[in-house]
């Protein structure tokens, strides 16, 4: 039901006998300055990547975070740890110490209705979701030697030629969890304070790595007459695969497009940057399991 809304019940009944009776309520639900709630990947019914965490992004900040989290549970059926880990107040990450064992079925109960998360602010939301874990996918750019090799139930399928971040935009090391795929996106350099370097409007087979504009994703405007891939990185900090124009043909950007999930993890290593931040994304992988646990709030 919609927040801070006045619904009205009008409701009749018969009896075998054929006697009748009616009623009338009148209720408002709590409003949305006196509630919260949190919006959740992944969604039910999914079937993921063995990175895929929970995420939860409450729409207030909470207070009573042993209280909140003690109502959110969540369980798989490897018998796997599960741990949840506050990003500041509004944000509450769960994931075992290593990735979902593949096949597994993840649960996930949410009791928050009537909760108390803040002085005032109670929670209104109930439901368990459950989601699929698929086969393991894992892959790993090289940067040192623009390659990138996929992994999958613990054998290599392919080794893919990439272009990686030059040498003033540099790719981030570290692991990355896929978050959103997208047969064709505009990327601007705007969006992500580089002033106005590129403008492309069909950037085809993307798929986001990080909250602050990371993604692998296919690239048709390369030199055709001196190819980058496999060779060096030309990119703005993106990892880029040979590709064309549509999102159409047989290519590798195509490919590892079609053969990847939300949740998939690609690992960079190599490159001069930094590690990619724990919050900056789905990429809860890359704190170490104590600081993971001491990160929980009960």
């Known amino acids: ?49 063995v990175g895929m965490p929970v995420s939860f992004t409450f729409d207030k900040a909470v207070t009573d975070r042993r209280a909140v989290q003690s109502h959110i549970t969540v369980t798989s059926s490897s018998g796997q740890e599960v741990v949840g880990h506050w990003f500041g107040a509004q944000r509450l990450d769960f994931r075992p110490q290593e990735y979902w064992k593949a096949g597994s079925k993840v649960t996930m109960r949410i009791d928050l209705d009537g909760v108390e998360g803040a002085n005032g602010v109670h929670g209104v939301q109930k439901k368990t979701v459950t989601f699929t874990v698929g086969r393991s996918q894992v892959s790993t750019v090289d940067v040192g030697t623009q390659t990138m090799t996929v992994v999958r139930d613990g054998r290599t399928v392919r080794s893919v030629p990439v272009s990686a971040g030059d040498a003033r ?35 085809p ?33 993106c990892v880029g ?4 124009q549509g999102a159409r043909g047989d290519t590798p950007g195509k490919w590892f497009y079609d053969n990847s999930l939300t949740g998939d993890v690609v690992i960079v290593k190599n490159s001069p940057d930094t590690t990619v931040a724990p919050d900056n994304g789905l990429n809860g992988w890359n704190m170490a399991w104590n600081q993971w646990v001491a990160g929980s709030a009960v």
């Open 1 to 49: 039901m919609e927040r801070g809304t006045k619904y009205r019940i009008a409701a009749s009944a018969e009896d075998g006998d054929g006697r009748t009776a009616a009623a009338r309520s009148v209720f408002t639900t709590v409003t949305s300055a006196n509630s919260f709630i949190g919006t959740y990947t992944p969604d039910d019914g999914a079937t993921v990547g």
């Open 169 to 203: 935009h540099t790719t981030y090391n570290g692991q990355m969890v896929i978050s959103e795929k997208f047969t064709q996106t505009r990327m601007n350099s705007q969006s992500v304070g580089l002033g106005s370097e590129y403008d492309i409007p069909d950037v």
């Open 205 to 237: 087979h993307a798929m986001r790595l990080t909250r602050s504009g990371t993604f692998i994703h296919g690239n048709y405007w390369y030199n055709k007459a001196n190819p980058p891939f496999g060779r060096q990185g030309t990119s703005h900090g």
């Open 241 to 244: 695969l040979r590709d064309v």
